[in-house]
């Protein structure tokens, strides 16, 4: 049974909390934005972390796509010599690799979010959502700063194309809202089936093959791309290669919708789960 | 009313197989597809128990709760209720204003970060803003007393800094309603005569606190409410001596009496006890009077009968003794055949507050003992609430107050 607490404003600042044994929650997202700043430090923390515990610091967003198109460059690009749109091979991979980059890190972490932080979610209340979310927050940083990676190698190489690069933010977003629907489903999962953890994994490998990560969607026979495309990265990926070198893909506009749709169904659905789950977490962790 | 709690209760399933409260997806997955085919599906046993049951209570701004009871009485779920950590599974409690809650000290601090950092995330995590870390800060360092290390990972702290950086940032917190479980517990006697300085002066500041403690005596000395409670339900609520009154009652905390008969030739012992009811109380106040009586049988009077009672601190150390041969009454005492009761009354101002043991020895004067039995009472003293909370010593013989300034 979920229950209910409701904040009652009065006019003169002071307010009333109610806790009641009821469902549903109208003022969730008012307690949210409450706590924006521990959403913040819970992001902060886990960049300092990762920073301090990484021995090459903040190399270590810069090395790991690096690391990552070279093989592939050398796999589809030179052994298997799949096209690339006339795009400089590592630079078409690396605009690939950012969007999976963030969105597989994050699948990985918020399976272990709420988990991992058993004792904050024991012995503190705050909105629960705050934990994937700062999550996503953190592996954005480590994005930004493979960013930066993309655009020096870009214009050292004259191949973006400038006018799509605006739409750049729309696809970043989407991304976002693609992890954070995943993250909800997963971190709370985790706190239902503990074996989640080992599974995924596995599935992002699988993930990673599926995806036109290392080569170009084009190269999909015709009769299989629809299929292909119902995978949301997919979409994304096509986004971000139409955004930094005005590459259309085959299909692009049918993977995009799929992709938007996709997303706001995980969104809004991974919302809900949360939601039913988040007031037993502190009893079955 | 501050907080108004109707009716809450907490419900858990036990399960008896050994299972964890969560699964695995594997073993639901398989579970499901044997039900499919099985159709006659078993359901895991479980057991229900009610952690808290029906509990209704309302306190006051300013009020002192304090919360009693044995281990498992729902005490913690009460206040992880309150803190809305966990949800009720029925009833509602209101709340007003802005509510901060100490489960434990220290909550989410992070071994790899430094002291300075983990300040800031542990004041987040605790409710305050940034620019309320910011600005006591300082103050939070020097509490502390860390200030060389503050840029030192939290994994090199010993667990004595680890503890006070903890409680420093926790007693900086400003809340208009604090609930602090036993944290107190934990720590050196310094380190807890600090918390409870810091709780005195929350409460002069008319702050509202909810108390959770198995140390009748702190309750005792900072709330002015009580709740007892016992097996999830409200025993008692309301004024916190008869909360600790009903406590006392229910569990053996003192032991207030002793029945047998044992002896030999010349005397039997035939019960020891301790006046039970002082004003009203069922526990013994700094200051009360405490009344030890001795029944007592004659079956061959001796003059070298001697009856002695010793006072020894809960850890078995001695500390005090008196014997029937300080007394002008001892020929009295045991001249006649027959029963007798003899009473002796302790001053309790010359002990400190703790718990005390309390024996009877029975001997004939340079020979022998005649009862080899122990005979032990116990019995805590307390300190009443209005001492300022300046409470030094436990347990131990009061020299006194006899400063005098000679210049």
């Known amino acids: 049974m979920g229950a209910q607490i409701r904040i009652t404003m009065k006019e003169d600042g002071s307010y009333y909390l109610i806790i009641e044994a009821k469902k549903a929650q109208k003022h969730y997202f008012a307690d949210l934005y409450r706590y924006k700043e521990l959403l913040l430090f819970l992001a902060w923390r886990d960049v300092l972390v990762r920073y301090k515990q990484a021995f090459f610091g903040v190399a270590w967003g810069v090395f790991r796509p690096l690391l990552s198109i070279i093989a592939f460059t050398f796999i589809f690009g030179r052994i298997a010599g799949f096209p690339s749109n006339e795009v400089y091979y590592p630079l078409f991979v690396l605009a690939g690799m950012l969007p999976w980059l963030f969105i597989s890190n994050n699948v990985l972490d918020t399976c272990q979010g709420l988990v991992n932080n058993a004792p904050l979610v024991s012995k503190v209340y705050f909105p629960r959502m705050i934990i994937p979310m700062a999550q996503v927050l953190m592996n954005l940083v480590d994005f930004f700063v493979s960013v930066i990676l993309i655009l020096i190698m870009g214009i050292v190489t004259h191949s973006f194309n400038w006018l799509t690069f605006l739409t750049l933010p729309l696809w970043i977003t989407l991304m976002i809202l693609l992890s954070t629907g995943v993250g909800l489903w997963l971190s709370s999962l985790t706190v239902l089936y503990r074996d989640i953890r080992l599974l995924v994994p596995f599935f992002v490998q699988f993930g990673m093959f599926i995806s036109p990560i290392g080569y170009s969607f084009a190269i999909i026979p015709e009769k299989w791309q629809l299929l292909y495309s119902l995978n949301p990265l997919v979409g994304i990926i096509n986004g971000f290669r139409w955004a930094f070198f005005g590459i259309v893909d085959p299909l692009f506009v049918p993977s995009v919708i799929i992709a938007l749709f996709v997303t706001g169904a995980l969104l809004i659905s991974g919302f809900n789960f949360f939601r039913n789950m988040e007031n037993t977490f502190a009893d079955t962790i | ?407």
Not at chain 2, 374 to 397: M, N, S, V
């Open chain 2, 1 to 407: 009313m501050m907080i108004t709690a109707d009716n809450i209760s907490k419900k858990y399933r036990i399960y008896h197989q050994p299972k964890d409260s969560y699964g695995t997806l594997v073993s639901t997955l398989s579970s499901y597809i044997k039900k499919f085919f099985k159709r006659n599906s078993e359901s895991q046993p479980y057991e229900e128990f009610w952690a808290l049951r029906d509990v209704c209570f309302s306190i006051a701004e300013g009020d002192r709760l304090g919360i009693i009871g044995k281990n498992g009485a729902g005490k913690s779920t009460l206040l992880k209720i309150l803190s809305r950590i966990v949800q009720p599974t029925t009833g509602h409690v209101k709340i007003r204003k802005r509510v901060s809650c100490l489960l434990e000290v220290g909550t989410g601090f992070h071994p790899e970060l430094t002291g300075r950092e983990n300040i800031y995330l542990n004041g987040a995590i605790l409710g305050m803003t940034k620019s309320e870390i910011m600005r006591k800060f300082d103050e939070i360092v020097a509490f502390a007393e860390i200030t060389q290390f503050l840029d030192t990972p939290v994994k090199r702290f010993s667990s004595g800094m680890h503890m006070r950086l903890g409680f420093a940032i926790a007693a900086h917190l400003d809340p208009e309603i604090l609930i602090v479980d036993e944290v107190l517990a934990v720590g050196d006697l310094q380190f807890q005569k600090k918390c409870l300085n810091k709780l005195e002066q929350l409460n002069s500041q008319g702050r509202t606190v909810i108390f959770v403690s198995h140390d009748v005596g702190s309750v005792l000395s900072l709330c002015n409410k009580g709740m007892y409670l016992e097996k999830g339900r409200l025993v008692k609520f309301g004024d916190v001596e008869m909360c600790v009154n009903a406590y006392m009652q229910n569990n053996c905390i003192q032991d207030y009496a002793w029945r047998g008969a044992v002896g030999d030739e010349h005397i039997q012992i035939m019960s020891v006890k301790l006046q039970s009811d002082i004003n009203g109380r069922k526990f013994i106040y700094k200051g009360d009077p405490v009344v030890v009586e001795v029944e007592y049988e004659i079956l061959k009077s001796n003059e070298n009968l001697i009856l002695d009672i010793s006072i020894w601190n809960s850890r078995h150390q001695f500390l005090a003794r008196s014997h029937t041969f300080a007394s002008s009454l001892h020929a009295k005492l045991f001249a006649e055949k027959g029963k007798h009761c003899a009473s002796f009354t302790i001053d309790s101002r010359q002990f400190h507050e703790g718990e005390y043991l309390l024996k009877l020895e029975c001997s004939l004067h340079q020979q022998r003992q005649i009862v080899d039995e122990e005979i032990i009472l116990k019995f805590p003293i307390y300190d009443q609430a209005d001492h300022g909370g300046k409470k030094i010593y436990k347990e131990g013989i009061s020299l006194g107050s006899a400063w005098v300034h000679k210049a």
